[in-house]
Nanobody
Framework: QVQLVESGGGLVQAGGSLRLSCGPSGRTFSSYAMGWFRQAPGKEREFVAAISWSGLHTSYADFVKDRFTISRDGAKNMVYLQMNSLKPDDTAVYSC???????????????????WGQGTQVTVSS
């Protein structure tokens, strides 16, 4: 029902920061839970962070806790991932995902999402 487009990736040195953005094409995120996932070369896709459609609830993978922050702006109809203290191990393609939910819950399981962006590359050099 929604088409997602990510932006904000790039090359950054270890310890630096990037802010990823995800926005819809043609539709809003109303009643959609959102998540960020990443996939590095030779590795499986892994959960990074998620946020409920209201923005009141968030969850994070242990390896990004206290470094990354997921947020959403209803007025701009955007979802963000602020990434601080980046490490070389954070290098991956980052994708956002959305799924419609009637209940205000976070969704961490990628199998529950039915809308995906094509991803944005994040490369962290040492």
């Amino acid at each position: 029902q929604v088409q997602l487009v990510e932006s904000g990736g790039g090359l950054v040195q270890a310890g630096g920061s990037l802010r990823l953005s995800c926005g819809p094409s043609g539709r809003t995120f109303s009643s959609y839970a959102m998540g960020w996932f990443r996939q590095a070369p030779g590795k499986e896709r892994e959960f990074v962070a998620a946020i409920s459609w209201s923005g009141l609830h968030t969850s994070y993978a242990d390896f990004v806790k206290d470094r990354f922050t997921i947020s959403r702006d209803g007025a701009k109809n955007m979802v963000y991932l602020q990434m601080n203290s980046l490490k070389p191990d954070d290098t991956a393609v980052y994708s956002c995902a959305a799924v419609r939910r009637a209940i205000n819950l976070v969704v961490n399981n990628p199998l529950e999402y039915d809308n995906w962006g094509q991803g944005t590359q994040v490369t962290v050099s040492s």
